[in-house]
């Protein structure tokens, strides 16, 4: 199903069916601030497996990434401390993801990594669909390398693509080409294991 969603002013009515989906541990296809991600509800071990059976990833030696509304509930998640806090803070929402250690509330998938990657896109459709399920979504970047660039930016051909695998793909407009950029927080210093469109402040 193609759902048109504006970022500007999200209607309620087709945030609530996307969230309904998530909450049933289906599948959503979204826009960031950077490329359009797959998703599922973070906490609901099953879709988290589905999506990486889809994508190809082993949990066990990928480290998933999940988005949070804020960092108001960022300790749940994961542990953080007053350095990396405050540049999180600094920099988000925008287009980065900070691998942190996970912390004792997120399910045993992510656990065999002991990592976790936090992204806040600056994104509003994204983030009030995290605020209205009420838990972080498990978020994978539909770009493949080798692929053709329309089928990962322009949603009605993402919908194409992906229409028997997903349960919704949100049409926010058209997404970019550019991944988020990736800071381990995990090391002293932190380290940009990934440039992508962020410039770190």
Known sequence: MLIKIYPENPNPKEIDKVVKALQDGGLVIYPTDTVYAIGCDALNVRAVEHICRLKGVNP??????????DLSNL???AKVDNTAFKMMK??????????LPTSNELPKIYK??????IRVPDNNIIR???????????????????????YSTDPELIH???EDEVDIVIDGGYGGLEASTIVDCTCEPYEIIRQGKGKLN
């Open 60 to 69: 066990l030696k990928s480290n998933l990434s999940i988005i949070c509304y």
């Open 90 to 99: 600094k920099n988000l929402p925008g287009p980065f993801t900070f691998i």
């Open 112 to 117: 065999n990594r002991k990592e976790v990657g």
């Open 128 to 150: 009030t669909l995290v605020q209205a399920l009420g838990n972080p979504v498990l978020t994978m970047s539909i770009r493949d390398e080798d692929e053709v660039m329309e």
């Open 160 to 162: 194409e693509k992906y």
């Open 75 to 77: 300790s749940e998640y």
